[in-house]
């Protein structure tokens, strides 16, 4: 009876599914990109699992002022879809590696009507929980200096101005202390030369 039992549960145990855990899914924050230009879309994941067969991988997009998002992408079974219908629908392109748990896009042909939010989620069987993740795509006519490179800029342009007055600093310190010691020198030879003529004197 309990060999029974012991073998019942191992076959129970078997039939019940893997239980599924967390996923996490990475873009980048923001992108820019100039008008008539191509611009990459990355998205992967991380899963305690082995990359399963059955990866999906799916994109939405929300224009600037819209509160709906339209689905654009799908990866499944292997194979991509484009949306035919959306605003993206020739200018779309797959160029991720779904072993490698890289789902990214491209978008061809940049215009300023594709200035919004890209969103990507992912699923790698058992686990499919996760929080999708987005990233703002803003055109330009003219890629903009970002505020970091201003930044970057002002402080290395401090750090030259300080680093000038320490080195001038030093330098005015060497020249002094260098014409001090020449007229020690100076002095001191003197009074050696008076030294010999005042004792000739006395003679």
Not at 32 to 44: A, K, M, P, T, Y
Not at 79 to 99: A, I, T, W
Not at 108 to 125: V, Y
Request: net charge positive; proline share 5%.
């Amino acid at each position: 009876m309990l060999t029974f039992l012991a073998l019942a549960s191992v076959l129970l145990l078997g039939i019940v599914p893997e239980r599924s855990q967390a996923i996490v899914i990475y873009t980048g924050w923001e992108r820019h990109g100039l008008v008539g230009s191509d611009i990459r879309l990355s998205c992967s994941f991380f899963s305690w699992r082995w990359t399963s067969e059955d990866v999906t991988f799916s994109w939405t997009y929300r224009p600037d002022g819209s509160r709906d998002s339209i689905s654009i992408f799908h990866y499944t079974g292997g194979v991509p879809y484009v949306d035919n219908k959306g605003p993206f629908r020739d200018r779309l392109e797959f160029v991720g590696n779904p072993g490698r748990r890289d789902g990214s896009i491209l978008i061809k042909n940049l215009d300023f009507s594709d200035n919004g939010t890209f969103t990507c989620d992912a699923k790698n069987p058992p686990d499919i929980v996760g929080r999708p993740s987005s990233v703002r795509v803003l055109v330009f006519e003219t890629v903009p200096i970002q505020a970091g490179v201003i930044t970057g800029a002002i402080i290395g342009v401090v750090l030259g101005l300080l680093v000038l007055i320490v080195v001038i600093y030093y330098l005015m310190r060497f020249l002094v202390a260098r014409r001090v010691f020449s007229l020690s020198v100076s002095k001191h030879g003197k009074k050696k030369k008076e030294g010999p003529q005042q004792r000739q004197i006395k003679v």
